[in-house]
């Protein structure tokens, strides 16, 4: 496939139609020379081939700088199938849906804070459970929880646990209407009936950090941003809920392939007809679980004002700059036909043009961010109209492993990494020293090199740079 502009030199790879003999469409990598020899190194480009052998994919599929080997899909990958004769697969999605991102804002600066750093960030920890089947005092009902499922945030705005201003900076204003709580099995509410307001384990987390660095003056006015102001950085997904509901429908799916003659490289991609009862159904399922982690992020929201305003004060009021989703699959129209958009382990992108952007936003683009690892910067971009033309309108969601978890516990113990992270002033409450090893950010891509990547490419461009000081992990 033909590189789009001069300016996209040696920063796309692409991979032919002709690479082998069951392509349907050709492949692209984002990335510079360095993380093309880091991405090389797994699965991940087999993974990204066997995509695009999916029927219904349409024109590309698509590895962000961040890619890395995943289930079926690559974690990275974006992909489109047409919704009238393509699929849907769960492994396009993964198995924490919705996954995502939000940023808060406040107004007081690292004088302020410091003080009470230690204070706030173990306070942060001891209010908001953490780690693999940490549930919460929050306990739903039954009807309780299918409304979460059903509604989304919109139930939290009933309870005021959330505010109208809060939706409309939040993807999809918190809720996707297609989602049906019966297509949720009763084993998949199980696991998620008291998790919502957690932390779920591995590369989640939540981060008191400080912007440290105006990269676009007039993007960071729009958004409300200014060097040295203290944010707080939410990192997670749907918990047990989703991951029940992905085990749920990739096993259905498994056994309907051939009964619609779908034969696939990988066993892992299964996948229906999007049309057929089985696609209809996991969508419901996945739009439910997806508005169940929306409201997962919107009630830890609730629970850190609640901390930073017996903190601080109405000095310590937060506000929500917006919130993003990365393992989601959308319906959206691309190249004059509707098509499902599978971004698994990539967030949305969309520019000033785009009618999704919160009107606040259009004169900049939809709020985009990249997490680096612990002790690592994080970035705020902002979304580009182009990015629709490269990529379907996706970007990365952060730096992107570049070892094994087990790898990385072998190569440094956890807690002489909780011990270099304080000796760069980031405080960090996390009870396990295995998961901190897990986590290192050795064990990441450099986040300044993906974002480079994705500012030079056009998928997004940079507005502001953000410091770690303070870590709460499972």
Request: with cysteine; charged share 25%; net charge neutral.
């Amino acid at each position: 496939m033909a590189l789009e502009t001069a300016t996209l030199a040696g920063l796309a790879h692409d991979i032919p139609v002709t690479t082998r003999s069951d392509m349907r469409v050709p492949a692209r990598v984002y990335a510079d020379d360095v993380l093309w020899e880091q991405i090389s190194r797994d699965r991940s480009l087999d993974q990204l081939i066997n995509v695009t052998t999916l029927p219904g994919v349409t024109r590309c599929a698509y590895g962000m700088p961040d890619v890395h080997e995943g289930y079926g899909f690559p974690v990275g990958g974006v992909a489109a199938t047409r919704a009238a004769d393509g699929v849907i697969s769960p492994g396009g999605v993964g198995y924490d849906i919705n996954c995502g991102v939000r940023l808060l804002v406040s107004d007081l600066d690292v004088p302020a804070v410091q003080p009470r750093l230690h204070q706030l960030v173990h306070e942060l920890s001891r209010s908001i459970p953490s780690g693999t089947g940490r549930g919460t005092r929050l306990s739903l009902s039954e009807p309780e929880l299918d409304r979460v499922l059903a509604d989304g945030c919109r139930y939290l705005l009933e309870r005021e646990h959330a505010t109208l201003d809060d939706l409309e900076v939040t993807e999809a204003n918190g809720s996707l209407t297609r989602a049906d709580p019966a297509a949720v099995s009763a084993r998949a509410k199980s696991r998620g009936r008291d998790q919502l307001g957690t932390l779920g384990s591995g590369n989640h987390f939540l981060e008191v950090q400080v912007l440290d660095e105006v990269l676009d003056p007039a993007a960071a006015r729009i958004y409300g941003l200014a060097a040295g102001r203290v944010t707080v950085l939410v990192h997670t997904g749907s918990r047990g809920l989703g991951h029940q509901v992905c085990t749920d429908y990739v096993r259905l799916m498994d056994q309907v392939m051939p009964r619609y003659g779908i034969v696939l490289p990988d066993r892992e991609l299964a996948s229906a007809p999007f049309a057929s009862p089985e696609g209809q159904r996991y969508f419901a399922a996945m739009c439910a679980a997806a508005n169940f982690a929306w409201c997962n992020r919107q009630q830890i929201t609730y629970v850190v004002r609640d901390v930073f305003r017996r903190f601080f004060g109405d000095a310590g009021r937060l506000r929500l700059l917006y919130d993003v989703a990365h393992n989601m699959a959308k319906l959206e129209e691309h190249d004059g036909e509707l098509v499902c958009v599978h971004r698994k382990g990539a967030t949305r992108s969309f520019g000033p043009a785009h009618p999704e952007t919160p009107a606040r936003y259009r004169a900049a683009g939809q709020p985009v961010f990249i997490p680096g690892s612990m002790g690592t910067a994080s970035y705020v971009l902002a979304g580009t109209d182009a990015a629709l033309g490269l990529s379907f309108g996706s970007s990365c969601h952060g730096a992107g492993r570049a070892m094994s978890r087990h790898t990385a516990k072998r190569t440094k113990p956890g807690h002489e990494v909780r011990r270099e992270l304080e000796a760069q002033g980031i405080v960090v409450a996390c009870p396990s020293s295995g998961e901190l090893a897990e986590e290192a950010p050795f064990a990441y891509k450099d986040v300044d090199r993906v974002v480079d990547v994705v500012h030079r490419a056009g998928l997004a461009r940079k507005v502001a740079r953000l410091r770690p000081i303070g870590v709460v992990k499972g």
